[in-house]
């Protein structure tokens, strides 16, 4: 259980000038950030190995004006990616803090590839939900796993330690809400204490701790979880011990497209490039199209809280880019047929109603008309033998509330005060997706964390550089 203890002062074993606690990619990206201004640095991680949630991710960060864009000829900018997060979160964000990770977010990913050989291409040839422009910006085998292995090796070569199998279970903080030092346990039970002179808190949100999504996203509480469960909201819930401030504690990003049972994320361009999703009687219940966070509810609502993704060969080629799509191909649970009737005894699903979802699609996309659930289908290719479908489920994937932090990552109080020498990125810090499922925009998870990341690790960094007397 997450404990701040509160002392005059304590006396640690060692101290190390910034502490990060969490080695996904928020806390790598904060860590070279540091080193690079100069800091001895000090990476906690309870896994044997970093991964965290980013190696459950696709690994795509979206960034706008990079030169990976104006490379494949396209027009973006920040403030058009501010208004997008903006529009899609109904202006729930703080304005402020969306215009600051929009800025930042193309320096940043052009500094991880100069600076440290991360080999970044833009995805051009769909567009994600929301997205005015194609900026989602990966490696080139698309994924979170490829992500964090190349963050890790990066934080090798600089010369940063990450001490893995370490939980951090306490913080020691004096009355102004200074933090000296951390408790951690290892899983042999041998227990530890550092010192820290900046604490940069990168260890997610509360995803994994199921008592906290029942109280703030009672509609995915007994979904599957498809984050870290290590993610316990310990930053969240130091952070309020210390008198911090937390913002849209309810905010998340679901998923209505994961391979049910292999557990194999499915790319919703599955969707946007043309397919749909039918329940298990072979029917449409949604509008898809609105985004594959919210449409994790709408998936979980139907009978055993499954459903079909149903597309072409067409949509197939374009998804093969994503490793976690070849995958699932390679265990044979992507189904093939070549008409709808034949799919349809695939999927166990009745042929006629099947057969009917076809036909009706076919006519929306020839009429470019607007469906019953409000979905456009103007100017959206119509699906050509042979065909596919997937069986999936709706799935939690991280929480988007957290700390309130300010332009450098540092959390702040209630009152609006900065704590002296505390940080939160990642999921630990308060994203820019509102309130619910319905804010969230593809890539917002790791757009805070590499942002608010780099900038928590140039501050924490640039503080002990500098004489204290300074």
């Not at 701790?209 to 109280?215: F, G, M, T």
């Not at 909201?233 to 130091?238: E, K, Q, T, Y």
Request: aromatic content about 6%; hydrophobic content about 45%.
């Amino acid at each position: 259980m997450a404990e701040v203890h509160r002392v005059e002062e304590k006396t640690f074993e060692f101290e190390v000038p910034v502490v990060i606690v969490g080695a996904g990619a928020a806390g790598l990206v904060a860590a070279l950030a540091a080193r690079e201004a100069g800091a001895d640095v000090l990476v906690i991680e309870r896994d044997s190995v970093p991964r965290g949630s980013t190696a459950l991710s696709a690994g795509l960060i979206p960034a706008p004006g990079t030169r990976f864009q104006k490379a494949a000829g396209i027009e973006d900018s920040p403030g058009l990616f501010a208004r997008d997060i903006l529009a899609k979160a109904h202006d729930e964000p703080d304005g402020d803090q969306v215009a600051l990770v929009t800025r930042e977010i193309g320096p940043a990913i052009e500094w991880l590839a100069d600076n440290h050989g991360l080999a970044f291409s833009v995805i051009d040839d769909f567009t994600y939900p929301g997205h005015s422009a194609r900026r989602m910006h990966g490696l080139p085998q698309r994924s979170g796993e490829e992500l964090i292995d190349a963050l890790r090796q990066a934080a090798e070569a600089a010369g940063i330690e990450i001490l893995c199998d370490a939980h951090v279970t306490d913080l020691w903080a004096d009355a102004t809400g200074r933090v000296l030092g951390l408790g951690l346990v290892r899983p042999d039970g041998s227990t530890d204490e550092v010192g820290c002179g900046e604490l940069i808190l990168a260890c997610n949100g509360y995803g994994g701790n199921k008592a906290l999504v029942a109280e703030h996203v009672p509609s995915l509480s007994d979904a599957l979880y498809f984050g870290h469960e290590g993610n316990q909201g310990d930053a969240i819930l130091w952070g309020e011990a210390l008198g911090a401030a937390s913002r849209h504690l309810g905010g998340h990003q679901g998923h209505g497209s994961v391979a049910h049972p292999a557990g194999i994320l499915i790319s919703w361009a599955t969707v946007t490039e043309g397919g749909f999703q039918v329940n298990l009687n072979g029917e449409r219940f949604s509008n898809e199209a609105k985004g594959y966070s919210e449409q994790a509810a709408e998936v979980l609502r139907q009978p055993e809280g499954l459903a079909y993704t149903v597309f072409d060969e067409r949509i197939a080629g374009i998804v093969r880019q994503f490793e976690d799509f070849r995958r699932a191909e390679a265990m044979g649970i992507i189904l093939t047929a070549d008409t709808p009737e034949a799919l349809a005894e695939r999927m166990n699903v009745p042929s006629g109603m099947l057969a009917e979802t076809f036909a009706e699609v076919s006519r929306l996309k020839a009429e470019g008309a607007r469906d019953g659930f409000g979905r456009d289908f103007s100017g959206v290719a119509d699906l050509a033998a042979p065909y596919h479908a997937v069986r999936v489920t709706g799935a939690l994937f991280h929480t988007q509330g957290g700390l309130v932090v300010d332009d450098a990552a540092r959390v702040l109080t209630r009152d609006g005060a900065v704590l002296p020498n505390l940080y939160a990125t990642g999921g630990a810090a308060c994203g820019v997706s509102g309130k619910d499922a319905s804010g969230y925009l593809s890539g917002n998870g790791l757009l805070t964390a590499v942002a608010l990341g780099r900038l928590a690790g140039q501050a924490a960094g640039r503080r002990v550089a500098i004489p204290a007397s300074a």
